[in-house]
Nanobody, 115 residues
Framework: QVQLVESGGGLAQPGGSLRLSCTVS????????MAWYRQALGKQRELVAE???????NYADSVKGRFTISRNNARDTGYLQMNSLKPEDTAVYYC?????????WGQGTQVTVSS
């Protein structure tokens, strides 16, 4: 059974940084695409960033230049480095992995940006 386990959320001040991690277990295949989504209270879930198995990346306009997505294929782990955080980045962040054309989701981790 494929599982995605996230870590690294929490509270940060505006202008601060957090790093999220997502580890995939239970699959003999690597993820074709790993991505991070977020859902703020009362809003729809939105794509934050994604990275392919060849490390091609794509970012939402709202996080370009501030967030960096990366992955370690040997460890089946993806990362989201979030710098220059803003209050509007406050949301539950979800890891997503596409493995053999099936999408899997993590349980979500809360990120709160507040002074």
């Amino acid at each position: 059974q494929v599982q995605l386990v996230e870590s690294g959320g929490g509270l940060a001040q505006p202008g601060g940084s957090l790093r999220l991690s997502c580890t995939v277990s239970g699959s003999i295949f690597g993820a074709n695409v790993m991505a991070w989504y977020r859902q703020a209270l009362g809003k729809q879930r939105e794509l934050v960033a994604e990275i392919t198995s060849r490390s091609t990346t794509n970012y939402a306009d709202s996080v370009k230049g501030r967030f960096t997505i990366s992955r370690n294929n040997a460890r089946d782990t993806g990362y989201l480095q979030m710098n220059s955080l803003k209050p509007e980045d406050t949301a539950v962040y979800y890891c997503n992995a596409v493995i053999s054309r099936v999408a899997y989701w993590g349980q979500g981790t809360q990120v709160t940006v507040s002074s």
